[in-house]
């Protein structure tokens, strides 16, 4: 299948400091890449579609000043957690689409904010 | 709200079992059924997949089947293994556009 490459796999941030993920498809142009969080033992929750070169969309009650995502080439997504606290920890995992909406998934980042 | 239910929330079998999850959705706009896979601390992996004008693929030893009255579809392990045991989602969408979840089950697969 398709490869999806999600960084970093983990992450440990002091509370109040900012967080990058960066998420690649590494073998195909992605137009569309979805970010999800998912609390332990629980479904993927969606955050946002990331679409390449205009805003993402976010889904009910997911702050987009709290997690900026930025899709700035048919390859490559990011997600930053500004202003991170503990409520915050999580894993985050991304998505790229290639066609027919076949979707991959990245290997998810933990998130630990301390 | 979820718009795929997915059951039981977990499984026990043991090995050369047959695990059967189950899904249930309600609108009739998807057109697009993934099951995934996934393992304790990973991202989901793409097992299967199937659309509406076929009742049954299958996939090595996965089987899914497919119900377009009854709105349902489930996932068939076949000669389970240890190395099954994990987490599956069924999803759904339409139009090729993002996925709905279902609430996922835990298989474990016992030697």
């Known amino acids: 299948g398709a490869v999806v490459s999600q960084h970093p796999s983990r992450v440990i941030c002091k509370s109040g400091t900012s967080v990058k993920i960066e998420c690649r498809s590494l073998?195909?142009?992605?137009?569309?890449m979805f970010w999800y969080r998912q609390f332990p033992k629980k479904s993927l929750m969606l955050m946002a579609t990331s679409n390449e070169g205009s805003k993402a969309t976010y889904e009910q009650g997911v702050e987009k000043d709290k997690f900026l995502i930025n899709h700035a080439s048919l390859t490559l997504s990011t997600l930053t957690v500004t202003s991170a606290h503990p409520e915050d920890s999580s894993f985050y995992i991304c998505?790229?689409?290639?066609?027919?909406?076949?979707?991959?998934f990245g290997q998810g980042t933990r998130l630990t904010v301390v | 709200q979820q718009q795929v239910k997915q059951s039981p929330q977990s499984l026990i079998v043991q090995k050369g079992g047959i695990p059967i999850i189950n899904c249930a959705y309600e609108n009739t706009a998807f057109d697009y059924f993934p099951w995934y896979q996934q393992f304790p601390g990973k991202g989901p992996a793409l097992l299967i997949a199937i659309r509406p004008d076929v009742s049954e693929k299958k996939e090595g030893r996965f089987t899914i089947s497919f119900n377009k009255s009854a709105k349902q579809f489930s996932l068939h392990i076949m000669d389970s293994q240890p190395g099954d045991s994990a987490t599956y989602f069924c999803a759904a969408s339409e139009n090729d556009y993002k996925l709905s979840f279902g609430a996922g089950t835990t298989v474990t697969v016992r030697a």
């Open positions: 073998d195909f142009q992605a137009t569309t």
């Open positions: 998505s790229a689409t290639r066609q027919a909406a076949e979707a991959f």
